[in-house]
């Protein structure tokens, strides 16, 4: 088995952070070990944080360093004061200058990805259950996001500009692979979190429910128009077939009364996604939280979700992208999640037994 990595510095990406604001005084961070809620909600404020003070420096509010500049000589500097005002002034124009020059230099920087054979070490040999079960393991001090935190990792996460995702200020919906702007988040014209891995099929509670990488921006209307479907085209013997499956998304998606076929180039973001969550969810859960399963046969009853031969198909068709790549990794330095072994993994994987098999672990052949 082989694992892709960007830890080398060709495959490097960088991020715009404020690293003065993080007590980082120069070099690259490694900032993958955040292993609580508590930790996990620090980082996101921290983040938000950072965004905030870069827009203001460098964003809509101001265009040049002397505008801003302007604005703290008219505001907080009395002209009256005549020469000791312009003293201040200067110095209002260095510290900006400076601040500015920081700016730049932090842009530059570029964060070493995890070690992914480090990560992935001792699956190398394994097959079927077994190489299930060690992954488990590997994840297995799994810690989701508060709810209401999803809004702002999505907004990382699935950023229109995945080489500046904080500084970005739209989203790419799923679906409809449209760009909106971040700030229609949850609004009714906007877009909402969209669950891959319908809540409806054992995502009740638990840390299932909030796993970021099950959750995607999506387009509120479509959203609600897939609904709780299970993926796959639609079936040869159905004469209900909308293509695309509404008209608010992409036009190479297709829906039936119960299958939905998303944009062909997410499709296999979109299987990888539920393979790990039969992963990281496919054995009993010390919060309480039901076994999730891939099938051929979906149930909501069984926490059985599909289509599981289509799913492996996807995969084959459509492998990672860079987009996704990235995503991935930033699950781990910006969430302190976990990630993602069908990401990672390069080599193909057939839907049979032995390999990386995941039919082999839902009783399929």
């Given amino acids: 088995m082989q694992w892709s990595s960007c830890?080398?510095?060709?495959?490097?990406?960088?991020?715009?952070?404020?690293?003065?604001?993080?007590?980082?005084?120069?070099?690259a961070v490694k900032i993958c070990n955040w292993k609580t809620p508590k930790h996990l909600q620090?980082?996101?404020?921290?983040?938000?944080?950072?965004?905030?003070?870069?827009?203001?420096?460098?964003?809509?509010?101001?265009?040049?360093t002397r505008e801003l500049c302007d604005l703290i000589r008219s505001r907080w500097v009395n002209i009256s004061w005549g020469f000791s005002s312009w003293i201040v002034y200067m110095y209002c124009?260095?510290?900006?200058?400076?601040?500015?020059?920081?700016?730049?230099?932090?842009?530059?920087?570029y964060y070493a990805c995890e070690n992914v054979e480090s990560y992935y070490a001792g699956v190398q040999h394994l097959r079927g259950d077994k190489l299930k079960k060690k992954l488990n393991t590997i994840i297995s001090e799994h810690?989701?996001?508060?709810?209401t935190k999803v809004w702002d990792a999505i907004k990382i996460l699935d950023a229109a500009d995945v080489d500046l995702p904080e500084a970005s200020s739209d989203v790419v919906e799923i679906y409809s692979l449209q760009i909106v702007p971040k700030s229609?988040?949850?609004?009714?014209?906007?877009?909402?979190?969209?669950?891959?891995w319908p809540r409806s099929y054992g995502l009740i509670t638990h840390q299932s429910l909030t796993d970021v990488h099950n959750i995607r921006a999506a387009d509120a209307n479509v959203n609600s128009s897939r609904g709780n479907k299970y993926y796959g085209e639609c079936s040869p013997?159905?004469?209900?077939?909308?293509?695309?499956?509404?008209?608010?998304?992409?036009?190479?998606?297709?829906?039936?009364?119960k299958r939905w076929a998303p944009p062909l180039q997410v499709r296999g973001d979109i299987a990888r996604a539920l393979m790990y969550m039969a992963v990281c969810y496919g054995f009993p859960q010390s919060d309480g939280g039901v076994i999730l399963r891939l099938s051929d046969f979906p149930r909501t009853a069984n926490?059985?979700?599909?289509?599981?031969t289509t799913l492996l198909r996807w995969n084959d068709l459509d492998p990672p992208s860079r987009e996704?790549?990235?995503?991935?990794?930033?699950?781990?330095?910006?969430?302190?999640?976990?990630?993602?072994?069908?990401?990672?993994?390069?080599?193909?994987?057939k839907a049979q037994k032995g390999g990386l098999s995941w039919g082999d672990w839902n009783g399929m052949e």
């Fill in 143 to 147: 810690q989701s996001l508060p709810y």
């Fill in 237 to 257: 013997d159905t004469s209900h077939c909308l293509k695309p499956a509404t008209k608010e998304a992409a036009p190479d998606t297709e829906t039936d009364k």
């Fill in 7 to 27: 830890s080398n510095s060709q495959n490097s990406f960088k991020f715009t952070t404020l690293k003065l604001l993080a007590g980082v005084s120069s070099g």
């Fill in 184 to 196: 229609l988040a949850g609004k009714p014209d906007g877009w909402n979190r969209e669950h891959l």
């Fill in 42 to 64: 620090l980082r996101l404020n921290l983040r938000n944080l950072q965004i905030s003070f870069f827009n203001k420096l460098h964003g809509s509010n101001f265009n040049t």
């Fill in 303 to 308: 926490n059985e979700m599909g289509l599981l």
């Fill in 324 to 349: 996704e790549k990235l995503r991935n990794e930033r699950l781990v330095t910006l969430l302190g999640l976990l990630r993602n072994a069908r990401v990672d993994e390069t080599s193909s994987v």
């Fill in 93 to 109: 124009i260095c510290l900006c200058l400076v601040a500015e020059a920081h700016v730049d230099q932090i842009s530059s920087v």
